[in-house]
Structures are given as C-alpha cells and as structure tokens.
C-alpha cells in the first residue's frame, strides 16, 4: 500500500485510526475489506491488536475477508446519523462468514429499512463518505454499484 500515513490522515480525517488499523483503512482505498489475522494459528482479530489473543502470537497481518456474512444486530438512527443521510439510518453489526463471532459495524444500503432483518444475508459494498469509499453491505445477491452517503 503506497499511501502515507500523512495522506491517510488527509483522505479520512474523521477516521478513528491507529498504528494497529492502518493497514485496515488504508485498504478501503483499493476498495478491500482487510482485518487482522494471525499468522500463527490463523485466527481473526477485530478491532485490530497488536497480538493474537487466541495464541499470543504477534505476527498478525491485514488479511482481506470475503465481506460476507449476516446482520447479527441492528438499530435505526432517526437522528445523528451521517450529514445528507437519509433517516432512518441504519447502524448493524455484521457478522463475517470467515469466523464466529467475527464482527464488523457498518451500515446497510439498497435495503428499505423496514426490511432490515437479524440473520439476514448481506454482502460487503462501498459508499463514497466524504469524497472517500468505506465499507458497506446490502442484500446478498444485489448489482454492485458505488454510492453516496
């Protein structure tokens, strides 16, 4: 990954990063879902450590993860949500087909909110958030398509 961690900055201001994440938001650049995996005993880890905690390993690697999985939770904003979004707003907690109890929070798109269901099958997307892509999901199955939020 080419980009600087000055230019990282610069592309996602708002983002909540750190020494641990970087290599996670550097690849929504490239439009590639990456979480920390140990390289030892192949476990996932998120939010990103430094060190396994399965194993206590600390050889662990951004690894790109299928972006499938199912809403394990969600909640409708009505307010606070992302400036220009429409309410309500969808905030869900998806877990990754690649481990149980492997989450990601996110927000669901191509969806009518009343339709938003936990088990749900959905699929990694990207929106553009401030002139920027980070992940999404819809629906498994829908065409894929870049939007706004």
Not at 14 to 37: C, E, I, M, T
Not at 51 to 77: D, I, N, Y
Not at 80 to 96: I, R, Y
Not at 113 to 125: H, Q, S, Y
Request: proline share 9%; with cysteine.
């Amino acid at each position: 990954m080419g980009i600087s961690d000055e230019e990282l900055l610069e592309r996602y201001p708002w983002g909540a990063f750190d020494h641990d994440s970087k290599a996670q938001w550097k690849g929504y650049l490239d439009h590639k879902l990456l979480v920390n995996r140990c390289q030892e005993c192949g476990h996932w880890i998120n939010p990103p450590r430094p060190m396994c905690p399965k194993c206590w390993s600390e050889r662990v690697e951004a690894t790109e993860v299928s972006g499938l999985g199912h809403v394990q939770w969600f909640t409708l904003l009505h307010q606070g949500a992302p400036s220009g979004a429409p309410l309500p707003f969808p905030v869900v907690t998806v877990e990754l087909e690649e481990q149980p109890n492997l989450r990601i929070d996110s927000t669901i798109v191509d969806c009518d909110p009343a339709d938003i269901a936990c088990d749900m099958k959905v699929e990694l997307t990207w929106v553009d958030q401030n002139g920027t892509p980070v992940p999404a999901f819809r629906p498994a199955g829908r065409k894929d398509r870049l939007r706004d939020v």
